[in-house]
């Protein structure tokens, strides 16, 4: 037999238990559609809402307490196979030591599987917050150090005369040069990773390419540090502490110079479409600008400009020249290194 529903049920009662009470006859449950025939044709949408309201009220719902018996007659109900401490045979089936079976393991997808979106410099967040950054403090650095600048500017170009006592640089100023060692460091790894990215590879065995903006860096803070650290080791040795001291003012006004020559080209090979082969030839024509005026101050601060001689060569080969191949051989090799070759 099968149970009456529990409103229908409630509701037939309420009219029985009225019948019975006035004595008249037991009145039939109305319908929604009995209701409505009541109505004109004409009735708008509320007016039927309301007469269906006005006869019809809402029962509390009376949920059904007998347990479920879906399950094999003469057995009991079957276990969530979700509490842990369930037996594991109740787990365990046919296919359980499967290799193939892996139920953890969603069977499909709705819809089609896009193509993914390339990876492209301009939409990296961190790159572009990095050149931001590093814009910004150096326009304010600049803001309160363009007195300094224009000083080293001009030591740089005019040789000062003998018995002027020269300026020392403040501590401001030379956290100022340290600020842009730094950045030019920072410009130079990115020269870097993006020379890696077009002409290397794409995929590398770090977890994620910062990491190799990152090893680039400090490669590019060791190759500057261990440059000046060997120039000036050998300047102690054959020149004398005055013009070491020169050459170490004219050693970062050069990094400076280098950094600031090669933000625009980063900033047009990220952001506006700069080709990978202009790009390394503008890196180039900055590298070869800058080694001609060091070279230049190199004449001027150790050697006579009348004499050029076989002892200049040697020094400056050696001190600029082969760290910078060294360098760059050590940054293609890193590069081809981690790449992932399928």
């Known amino acids: 037999m099968q149970q009456a529903d529990s409103i229908a049920h409630s509701q ?51 949920w059904s307490t007998r347990p479920d018996t879906l399950h094999l007659p003469g057995h009991d109900a079957g276990h969530d196979l979700l509490k842990a401490e369930l037996p594991q045979y109740y787990r365990e089936g046919f296919f359980s ?5 892996h139920p953890e393991l969603s069977g499909g997808r709705i819809g089609i599987a896009g193509s993914p979106v390339p990876y492209s410099i301009h939409n990296d967040d961190l790159i572009t917050s990095m050149l931001v950054v590093c814009f ?21 170009f005019y040789r000062p005369a003998e018995g002027i006592t020269e300026v020392k640089e403040t501590s401001s100023e030379m956290r100022f040069q340290f600020f842009l060692g730094l950045v030019t460091s920072l410009l130079v790894a990115l020269v870097c990773y993006f020379y890696t990215l077009n002409f290397i590879g794409t995929t590398f065995t770090l977890q994620s390419n910062y990491q190799l903006i990152a090893i680039f860096f400090g490669l590019t803070v060791a190759y ?32 400076s110079v280098e950094g600031v020559l090669l933000f625009p080209v980063v900033l047009l090979h990220a952001y506006f479409g700069l080709s990978p082969e202009t790009s390394i030839t503008c ?17 001027t601060i150790f050697f006579n400009r009348k004499l050029v001689n076989l002892q200049f060569f040697l020094y400056f080969c050696t001190l600029e020249i082969v760290p910078l191949l060294v360098f760059w051989s050590i940054a293609v090799f890193i590069g081809n290194y981690l790449q992932i070759n399928f």
């Open 136 to 156: 910004l403090a150096a326009v304010v650095a600049f803001s309160h150090a363009r007195r300094f600048v224009a000083r080293q500017f001009k030591a740089f």
């Open 224 to 255: 500057f540090t261990g440059k000046l650290l060997l120039s000036t080791w050998v300047n102690l040795v054959f020149f004398g502490k005055k013009k070491n001291e020169q050459w170490i003012k004219s050693s970062l006004f050069l990094l």
């Open 97 to 101: 030591h499967n290799a193939m079976f």
């Open 283 to 299: 890196v180039a024509a900055v590298a070869i600008l800058v080694k001609m005026m060091s070279l230049s101050k190199c004449l």
């Open 12 to 62: 037939h009662t309420a009219h029985a238990d009225t019948a019975s009470a006035t004595g008249a006859a037991p009145v039939r449950q109305l319908t929604p559609a009995q209701v409505l025939r009541w109505l004109p044709r004409n009735a708008t949408p509320a007016q039927q809402d309301s007469a269906i309201q006005a006869h019809f009220k809402p029962a509390p719902i009376r």
